[in-house]
């Protein structure tokens, strides 16, 4: 059984900041690639955020130079600074992880709501 928890969510005014943290925990062999999705009301679900197992990063164009996504064992954060209305979404992980040398899935956490006032 793996389980990934976000934590950090809320409402924050435009221009502030906020710390995301999703944590994976089971039985893990090890965890590849861990990512950043939104999905804002009445749109599709985005990526936001890529950081693979080497620590190379990638970014949706709308968060560059704003967000910045790492990672320390089992955990992913996305901090994010300069926060705008249009990045007002659910934030969820979702990491690809083997519990086994070759059983790889991916997992997705349970969505933290992130909300920039004007």
């Known amino acids: 059984q793996v389980q990934l928890v976000e934590s950090g969510g809320g409402l924050v005014q435009a221009g502030g900041s906020l710390r995301l943290s999703c944590a994976a925990s089971?039985?893990?062999?090890?965890?590849?690639?861990m990512n950043w999705y939104r999905q804002a009301p009445g749109k599709q679900r985005e990526a936001v955020a890529t950081?693979?197992?080497?620590?190379n990063t990638n970014y949706a164009d709308s968060v560059k130079g704003r967000f910045t996504i790492s990672r320390d064992k089992n955990t992913v954060y996305l901090q994010m600074n300069s926060l705008k209305p249009e990045d007002t979404a659910v934030y969820y992980c979702?990491?690809?992880?083997?519990?086994?040398?070759?059983?790889?899935?991916?997992?997705w956490g349970q969505g933290t709501q992130v909300t920039v006032s004007s």
């Open positions: 979702k990491a690809t992880i083997f519990t086994t040398i070759s059983r790889a899935l991916d997992y």
């Open positions: 089971g039985s893990i062999f090890r965890i590849s690639a």
């Open positions: 950081i693979t197992s080497l620590d």
